[in-house]
Each structure stands twice: as C-alpha cells, then as structure tokens.
C-alpha cells in the first residue's frame, strides 16, 4: 500500500465527518439555495486568500532536510495565484456584492482554519502543510464538479457564477496525483506529520461547512 493509500485510509472517518456537513449534502442533492451558495463562496474568498501567501511563506521555511519540495512549492504559487478573484467574479455573476465580501471578516471557522495553517508553518513542520494541500484538494476532487453542476441546475445561474468550482475541481485533479508523489517521498516523521493535519483540517474545513449562516451573509 503507498502512503497516499494509508492517508485515505488513516483519515476515512474525518473525512465522511466532513461530508457529513448539511451543506455539502444538499448541494449533492440539488438542495442549495442562493443565499447558501453565496455565503459559500464568501467563506471561500475567505480561505482561499490565504493560499499564495501561505505558500510563500512555506517556501521561505524548508529546511534543508525539505528543500526538496522548493520547485513543486514554486509551481503550486504560480498556479494558486489569484483564484480568490475567481471567487469574487463568481460572486458578482451570481448577483452578490463582491466588494462587501471582500471587505467583509470571515466567519469564526475560516479564520480559525487560516490561523492554524498559518501557526503552522510559521512554528511547525512545514510538511504539515501538505495535510491541508490533501483536504482541500481532494475535498475539490471528489465534489467540486458534481456539486457545481446540481447548484447550477437549481438556481439557474450562468456558467460564469461557477469557475471557482469548475476550474479549481479540474485542476486539483493535476494537483492530487502530484501530492501522491510529493508525499510518497516525505520520511516517516513527515508522513506522519501529514496525517496528523489532514485530520485537524478535515475538522477544521468541516467547520465552515457546518457553520454556514446564510442569514449572516452581507448581501442579505
């Protein structure tokens, strides 16, 4: 069994627990409403923010026993930048304000997801990190394209409301077949690091799920 196959196998229970969210479950089912999926992607905007500084802070941080993972940390910060703005223009095309989200705070969940993140790689084993990469991007794998689609057809938005689920879906299925690799050639220390954060991130991004408000959102 590779380490990619016993991190699933390790995180299995955190991540149903994280499917489990209300949310996820209607946006499966077609149960989505508007001011759901707005609040979403401001929750979204929220996170996804953080990604290219976080990456390159992480890059300013490998040690020399991961100075390895340099080049694939460059290649993740030219990919990564900007896809809050993605968020921002899906928002705008489905008719919320974007200029509020953007100058709204996050909702207690997304802050505390970025502060651990960021706790970790500024004190932490910054191969860590790569326990969020598998959350958030196996999360987009596995419900980011069928997700969007049942969205769409029930609230009949236009396409251009969906590329952050769209896009980003797509190309984390590029991204999860280069983490297997990364990771596979991680020491055990640092495997084990990764599984450790993947669990508190299934938590953690869970949390935004379940804490979805969308009587809070600023538009309303």
Request: glycine share 6%; aromatic share 10%.
């Amino acid at each position: 069994m590779s380490f990619y196959e016993q991190l699933a196998d390790a995180t299995a229970q955190d991540r149903a627990a994280l499917y489990a969210a209300p949310a996820i479950r209607a946006a499966l089912a077609g149960g989505v409403t508007h001011a759901l999926y707005l609040a979403f992607l401001q929750q979204a905007y929220h996170h996804v923010r953080h990604t290219t500084p976080l990456l390159m802070a992480l890059g300013s941080r490998l040690t020399p026993r991961l100075a390895w993972l340099q080049r694939p940390v460059a290649e993740y910060i030219a990919e990564e930048i900007g896809h809050e703005e993605w968020i921002l223009n899906d928002i705008a095309a489905a008719g919320g304000d974007a200029a509020a989200v953007r100058a709204s705070p996050p909702d207690l969940p997304a802050e505390v997801m970025a502060a651990y993140a960021w706790n970790l790689v500024e004190r932490g084993n910054p191969a860590g990190f790569f326990g969020m990469v598998y959350v958030l991007e196996g999360t987009s794998v596995a419900l980011a394209l069928n997700a969007a689609d049942r969205i769409q057809a029930a609230l009949g938005l236009p396409d251009t409301a969906f590329t952050y689920l769209r896009s980003h879906g797509t190309l984390d299925q590029e991204h999860t077949r280069h983490l297997a690799n990364l990771v596979e050639r991680m020491d055990a220390d640092d495997q084990a690091e990764v599984v450790r954060c993947a669990r508190v991130f299934f938590k953690l991004y869970g949390d935004i799920f379940r804490g979805l408000t969308p009587a809070e959102a600023t538009w309303n």
